[in-house]
């Protein structure tokens, strides 16, 4: 297995442009979690799915932010409308539930990261 | 809502010494997950070392181990024998049983003298 997986690494976008990145899981999680991170800060949680569903969204997640999980295999996060304040690196990770205890380690991806021009 | 929280922006160490990174967290859980993640520059996340609650015993991975001081809600990160290779970010995390999501401190930065 080769890991957590992302494309594009990095993406420039005009502003008001859609943006669509992909994030591939580890094949045998069934957790997938997306997080924003900006300059010089720890990682913000944006959603995260169970298998194809959604079970969790942020508040930083606006309506012009979507995601989706359809196979319940690999991701894809929408940023509709772009504004310079998407301007992030947006982490994908997965994880699967370690035996015996309830942790889940989670496992990132390279990122993807987004200009917003 | 948990918080995180590292007060150190920067460290540094001389090669071959030992650091100690700080953490501290807010949660009114009983139970729950601390990790600690490194990020070299423009490199991918990658988990170090996890401690759960229930344990009393700290967590050790070859040459990184962490006080968890539960009653303080405070958890260290001590790197041994520190190498060039160990200079990134480190960041602290939370996460809740059955975790949906981790919750970061805003990391610090480790830099590695020879």
């Known amino acids: 297995d080769t890991g957590v997986s992302q494309d594009p690494r990095h993406k420039i976008t005009k502003r008001g442009q859609n943006v669509t990145f992909r994030c591939d899981p580890i094949?045998?999680?069934?957790?997938l979690y997306w997080y924003r991170q900006t300059l010089g800060q720890g990682p913000e949680f944006l959603t995260y799915f169970q298998n194809e569903a959604q079970l969790e969204k942020s508040r930083l997640l606006s309506d012009r932010f979507s995601a989706e999980r359809p196979k319940g295999s690999f991701s894809t996060l929408e940023i509709q409308r772009t504004e310079q304040g998407d301007s992030a690196m947006y982490l994908c990770?997965?994880?699967?539930?370690?035996?015996?205890?309830?942790?889940?380690?989670?496992?990132f991806g390279p990122g993807t990261r987004l200009t917003v021009t | 809502a948990q918080t995180v929280t590292q007060s150190q922006p920067e460290m540094s160490v001389q090669e071959a010494e030992t650091v100690t990174l700080s953490c501290t967290y807010d949660?009114?859980?009983?139970?729950?997950?601390l990790f600690w993640y490194k990020q070299p520059p423009s490199r991918q996340m990658i988990l170090v070392i996890r401690q759960e609650a229930y344990k009393q015993q700290n967590a050790t991975e070859n040459r990184f181990s962490v006080n968890f001081q539960k009653a303080a809600k405070s958890f260290s990160l001590k790197i041994s024998d520190s190498q060039l290779g160990d200079a990134a970010m480190y960041f602290c995390a939370y996460s809740a049983p059955y975790g949906n999501k981790l919750v970061f401190g805003a990391g610090t930065i480790l830099r590695v003298k020879s």
């Open positions: 990770a997965s994880s699967w539930k370690r035996r015996g205890t309830g942790a889940y380690e989670q496992y």
């Open positions: 949660t009114s859980e009983s139970d729950y997950y």
């Open positions: 094949s045998e999680h069934n957790r």
